[in-house]
């Protein structure tokens, strides 16, 4: 079978189940925030789809889901320079597709997958096309999204390093316009995160991975096999643990960056292994197949998060509770003929997207029990109710 036939095979089967999972999951707060309440490119993107595919969950979810598969394809394209073999770059394509990290970044409407896209996509451009294509993605990228700050403090020292003065200029003055653009957020009393960054990290990449690209990263430095996906991956990464020692960081603006050194680590890995005798493989084709497992297991546990609310003594404990319950409750009021309640301001804002405007006319209260009442509604998963709410008539006279 051609490997070209097996990759979109990949792709067709990752975004079957990103199709399926998108009925599963009702929109976050800050996801409304982005739709309703923001001016930015994702939100444009996404009000896009919505007005070609209509306001339901496949067109908030569409365009991150096709980021995420242009992004495979890119690091497919970009990974040939590195790993010669394609069967290789297959594999590298289903760990990139199967990191709980990208995962979260194809269906959740954040700037993660939009970043992921933005740097695998300057890196093909820049190995492939002239300078001159170079910045001009770069001044686009300026304008698109703050995020992106990085990007250009990691091409800055890239640019020292390499001497070259007037992509130096240019950076660090893209630099300084995005953070008089967009600020910088270094609000808050020093606090120490730095375990909860590693953490959170481990979380995002599973630890085997994290641990190796750490590994890769720091032994490329001191052989000094640097070049410009290294820059891109180490600046922000190293910058997020130090501000990670200040104060909590949003790890979704610098993971992303992390996830270039995939690349690397790929080309690292199978050189290692290649060089060794068959009989001294075996640690290598272990640490590959727990890796892969880990992976599985933990995608799964992402696809199928709705399995563990009955193991759950609170269900708002849950990692994907904020994402869920909107969209049943919505239901629930219009099967009972409710188009509009008063209910606080982050339900509201999940509400209005599935038709449930803001009013006076009832009033929605979350409660902590179900109390037998035929004004109460009670939202459960797999028999286990996660959300107990009053509904109550205001009288206007």
């Known amino acids: 079978m051609s490997y070209r036939i097996i990759l979109f095979l990949i792709l067709g089967i990752d975004a079957t189940i990103l199709l399926f999972e998108t009925s599963s999951l009702s929109i976050s707060y800050a996801e409304s925030m982005i739709l309703y309440e923001e001016f930015s490119f994702l939100s444009l993107l996404v009000k896009a789809s919505i007005y070609f595919f209509g306001t339901n969950d496949f067109a908030l979810r569409f365009p991150m889901i096709i980021l995420h598969l242009l992004s495979a394809i890119l690091l497919y394209k970009i990974s040939k320079e590195y790993v010669q073999k394609e069967k290789n770059r297959l594999w590298l394509v289903l760990i990139f597709v199967l990191l709980p990290g990208v995962v979260s970044s194809a269906i959740i409407l954040n700037n993660a997958g939009l970043i992921i896209f933005g740097l695998l996509f300057f890196v093909y451009i820049y190995k492939n096309f002239s300078r001159k294509y170079t910045y001009f993605l770069l001044t686009l990228y300026l304008l698109i999204a703050g995020d992106f700050v990085y990007l250009f403090l990691a091409l800055c020292i890239y640019a020292i390093y390499t001497k070259e003065r007037n992509f130096f200029i240019f950076n660090i003055t893209a630099f300084f316009i995005s953070i008089f653009l967009y600020g910088i957020d270094a609000k808050g009393a020093p606090q120490g995160h730095f375990l909860d960054a590693m953490g959170v990290y481990s979380a995002i990449f599973t630890p085997i991975i994290f641990i190796y690209l750490f590994y890769i990263l720091y032994r490329r430095y001191l052989t000094k096999d640097i070049e410009i996906l290294w820059f891109i991956a180490t600046v922000p990464f190293l910058l997020s643990l130090i501000l990670s020692f200040r104060q909590r960081i949003e790890l979704e603006v610098f993971a992303p960056y992390l996830i270039l050194a995939l690349v ?48 759950l003594s609170k269900p708002q404990n849950h990692f994907a509770y904020n994402m869920h319950v909107a969209k049943e409750l919505a239901s629930e009021l219009k099967s009972r003929g409710i188009e509009c309640v008063d209910t606080d301001y982050k339900m509201s804002s999940r509400l209005r997207f599935y038709g449930v405007t803001n009013c006076n006319a009832y009033k929605l209260t979350q409660v902590s029990k ?13 028999n286990r109710p996660v959300y107990y709410g009053n509904v109550t008539k205001v009288n206007t006279n």
């Open 264 to 311: 690397l680590a790929a080309q690292t890995f199978y050189h290692s292994y290649r060089v060794r005798l068959k009989m001294f493989r075996t640690n290598y084709k272990l640490a590959f197949t727990l890796s892969l497992i880990f992976l599985i297991l933990n995608t799964l546990v992402v696809f199928f998060n709705k399995e563990l609310y009955p193991y």
């Open 370 to 382: 179900n109390i037998k009442n035929r004004d109460n509604v009670t939202i459960s998963y797999k």
